[in-house]
Every structure is written in structure tokens, then in C-alpha cells.
């Protein structure tokens, strides 16, 4: 029988909201006087992406990249898909990446290498949370909110099977005792 899980509250909506200001802050004084194209890697990154993209004072442009490694459950896959790749231009331009969750890293690593292909001017990567726990290939965050534990966490665009996306919180989810 499956067991019964319980979120346990790790990052509150405020700290959440102060480090999402925090990187804003830095990505305006770093593109001040560039025009950046910020590409979310979806699902997670929605309400990331949508509180820190509102904070940028620079012109941006904004596209979407979909890959997954999770099957259903907690436990990557280990092979990461790209699903469905961004429809702007990257040639010539300054890409800054978002991602919820950086993890064993693969997600975000796969798909630099399909950015490198396509010539870009610069890439940086913007992470919420940092889970160097489980990294299985290096990434440099260029960006990042917190440095998270070795925990199963959802909120705040981070899902289980698709539930919990919804959360204002970050929350570990673990079995009920
Ligand atoms: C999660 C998360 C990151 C990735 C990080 O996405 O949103 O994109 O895993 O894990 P990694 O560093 O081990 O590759 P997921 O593949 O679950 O898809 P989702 O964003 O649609 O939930």
C-alpha cells in the first residue's frame, strides 16, 4: 500500500519572495544595458520564472524549453528528454537559463549542450534552489537562491507526479509516521 506523505515546510513564500529579489537585483545590474533571452526549462520553473522575470528592468525576451527526467515517483530517470525546444533565435544572443531545481544536474547540463549548438553570445544559468547532494555531472549556477537538503521537495512550481505545483511554499515531502 502506498504511504501517506506529509509536507513539511522548508522555505517560506517570504524567503522565497526575498531571494527571487535578490536575483533580480543582480540580473538587473549584470544586464543592465543588454536585451536578454530568458528561457525557462519547463514544467518547475513556471512560478519562478513568472515572479523573477516581473522584477527585470531590462528588455527581455522570454521562450520555453520542456525536458523531463522524472518518471513518476521521486527518483530521476537518469536520461533526460528534451520535449519541446525554444522557438526564438539563440544565435548572437545573451541566454540566461531558469530552472527550479538543479539536482544531479543533468536537466540543465543536456540542455547547455543544446545551447552551445546553436551559438549563442553568452549563457548564464539561474537557479532557485541548489541540491549539490545528488549531482551526478558539474554545472556552474551562475545565479542561485538557496542551497537546499537532500530532500524530495515540491512548491513553488516543484511537483509530484504532477501534484504540489501549486504550493506558495517549498515543502519536503516525507512519509507520515
Ligand atoms: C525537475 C526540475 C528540474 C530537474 C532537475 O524537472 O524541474 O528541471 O528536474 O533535476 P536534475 O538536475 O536531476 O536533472 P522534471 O524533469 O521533474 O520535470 P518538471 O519540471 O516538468 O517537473
Given at each position: 500500500?502506498?504511504?501517506?506523505?506529509?509536507?513539511?515546510?522548508?522555505l517560506s513564500?517570504?524567503q522565497?519572495?526575498?531571494?527571487?529579489?535578490?536575483?533580480?537585483?543582480?540580473?538587473?545590474?549584470?544586464?543592465?544595458?543588454?536585451?536578454?533571452?530568458?528561457?525557462?526549462?519547463?514544467?518547475?520553473?513556471?512560478?519562478?520564472?513568472?515572479?523573477?522575470?516581473?522584477?527585470?528592468?531590462?528588455p527581455?525576451?522570454?521562450?520555453?524549453?520542456?525536458?523531463?527526467?522524472?518518471?513518476?515517483?521521486?527518483?530521476?530517470?537518469?536520461?533526460v528528454?528534451?520535449?519541446?525546444?525554444?522557438?526564438?533565435?539563440i544565435?548572437?544572443?545573451?541566454?540566461?537559463?531558469?530552472e527550479?531545481?538543479?539536482?544531479?544536474?543533468?536537466?540543465?547540463?543536456?540542455?547547455?549542450?543544446?545551447?552551445?549548438?546553436?551559438q549563442?553570445?553568452s549563457?548564464?544559468?539561474?537557479?532557485?534552489?541548489?541540491?549539490p547532494?545528488?549531482?551526478?555531472?558539474?554545472?556552474?549556477?551562475?545565479?542561485?537562491?538557496?542551497?537546499?537538503?537532500?530532500?524530495f521537495?515540491?512548491?513553488?512550481?516543484?511537483?509530484?507526479?504532477e501534484?504540489?505545483?501549486?504550493?506558495?511554499?517549498?515543502?519536503?515531502?516525507?512519509?507520515?509516521?
Open positions: 500500500m502506498e504511504s501517506k506523505k506529509v509536507c513539511v515546510p522548508l513564500r517570504e522565497i519572495a526575498a531571494a527571487v529579489g535578490r536575483l533580480a537585483a543582480e540580473l538587473n545590474r549584470d544586464y543592465r544595458r543588454k536585451h536578454p533571452l530568458v528561457i525557462g526549462i519547463l514544467k518547475g520553473c513556471y512560478v519562478f520564472m513568472a515572479d523573477l522575470t516581473r522584477q527585470l528592468e531590462m527581455v525576451e522570454i521562450d520555453f524549453a520542456r525536458l523531463s527526467s522524472y518518471g513518476p515517483g521521486t527518483e530521476t530517470s537518469g536520461k528528454r528534451l520535449i519541446s525546444s525554444p522557438r526564438i533565435d544565435r548572437g544572443r545573451d541566454v540566461i537559463v531558469l527550479d531545481i538543479i539536482d544531479t544536474g543533468l536537466t540543465v547540463k543536456c540542455f547547455l549542450k543544446y545551447l552551445q549548438r546553436r549563442p553570445a549563457v548564464k544559468v539561474c537557479a532557485l534552489a541548489d541540491k547532494a545528488r549531482r551526478r555531472v558539474a554545472v556552474n549556477i551562475d545565479y542561485l537562491g538557496f542551497i537546499v537538503p537532500d530532500r521537495l515540491v512548491g513553488y512550481g516543484l511537483d509530484c507526479d501534484k504540489y505545483r501549486n504550493l506558495p511554499d517549498i515543502c519536503a515531502l516525507e512519509d507520515s509516521v
